[in-house]
């Protein structure tokens, strides 16, 4: 499987020029973001206890997620900002909606559409990261790039432990396809999805 940015669609120049014309709204987003990350991580540790290097990296995820929280939590706070109650993703929600019943068809689904929602997040800070100008945003912007690229590959990884190439790849196509259309369907606003 080819482990570049696998997303079918870019993200297009006005979710740029949104976000960085609304960057403190969208850092409210992001942070938002993160602590919800960790707690998807966490919960995959509780869903399935049995499997030892899920676990493993779930907690390490869920720990990373978490400092990255913290780190945007001090940018917002140094702009004079306070976090508001979390908002329901549209993107996020529309993606789970293609998480199938069945142990094992949940599992794959819950790892396929966690590595689509951070290939997708990597792709977005890197355009933030490369918009922004010199400075300690832009340093931090590549930073999380780089994480939420290895992100992404965890979790195909993991799909590895547990299913085929051939599985994998035929519902990974499936799930880049419908990323995409949601990506062009949900109308742009300064957050991360």
């Known amino acids: 499987m ?26 409210l987003d992001h942070a938002a973001a993160e602590k919800k990350a960790s707690g998807m991580a966490l919960s995959m540790v509780s ?3 049995d499997k030892a290097r899920l676990v493993l990296a779930m907690a390490e995820l869920a720990v990373e997620e978490m ?11 140094s702009r004079g900002l306070t976090l508001g109650a979390d908002v329901k993703d549209p993107y996020v929600n529309s993606i789970r909606g293609l998480l199938r019943q069945g142990s094992e068809l949940y599992l794959l689904d819950r790892l396929l559409t966690a590595g689509v929602i951070e290939a997708r997040g990597a792709e977005r800070f890197g355009l933030i990261a490369k918009a922004l100008p010199e400075g300690e945003l832009k340093t931090f912007y590549r930073s999380i790039t780089r994480s939420e690229d290895r992100h992404f590959e965890i979790f195909l990884d993991l799909a590895s432990d547990y299913f085929s190439t051939e599985i994998i790849e035929s519902r990974w196509q499936e799930i880049l396809t419908f990323e995409s259309q949601v990506v062009t369907d949900l109308p742009i606003r300064a957050a991360l999805h």
Not at 5 to 27: A, I, R, Y
Request: aromatic share 12%.
């Open 2 to 27: 080819d482990r570049d940015c696998p997303l079918k669609s870019p993200s297009p120049q006005s979710w740029v020029d949104c976000v960085l014309e609304n960057f403190d709204t969208f850092l």
């Open 67 to 77: 400092v990255h929280f913290r780190e945007v939590i001090k940018i917002i706070q």
């Open 47 to 49: 869903h399935y206890p």
